[in-house]
């Protein structure tokens, strides 16, 4: 007896193209298996904690926004002490240097 067929990938395509081939939707959320179960639980309680109501959400922004107005005079004032004692260094090394060719002059 002759040896009788074992596999054909005849029509195969055709049947899969009727419906469409369909890319895999992306998933909204992604997967917690195979995490750190310890990780997982904490990452849950921590987002619980962050919830809160509106009037909380303002009281914080309100906080926020004083921090920040803080933090921008606080800069400013550095940079202006900064800028002055540049002005001050700048002013004695000039005076140095006129002081040195003052001491020249006065040599020769």
């Known amino acids: 007896m002759a040896k009788s067929k074992n596999h054909t990938?005849?029509?195969?395509?055709h049947k899969n193209h009727r419906n469409g081939i369909k890319k895999s939707r992306r998933p909204r959320k992604m997967s917690m298996e195979g995490?750190?179960?310890?990780?997982?639980r904490n990452q849950a309680?921590?987002?619980k904690g962050l919830r809160c109501s509106p009037e909380e959400k303002e009281k914080r922004l309100s906080q926020q926004k004083e921090a920040q107005k803080k933090m921008e005079e606080k800069k400013a004032h550095e940079k202006a002490q900064r800028l002055k004692e540049l002005q001050e260094e700048k002013e004695?090394?000039?005076?140095?240097?006129?002081?040195?060719?003052?001491?020249?002059?006065d040599d020769e």
């Open 9 to 13: 990938a005849h029509n195969q395509s």
């Open 35 to 40: 995490m750190n179960k310890k990780f997982v």
């Open 45 to 47: 309680f921590a987002k």
């Open 92 to 105: 004695r090394a000039a005076l140095k240097k006129a002081k040195s060719k003052k001491e020249v002059k």
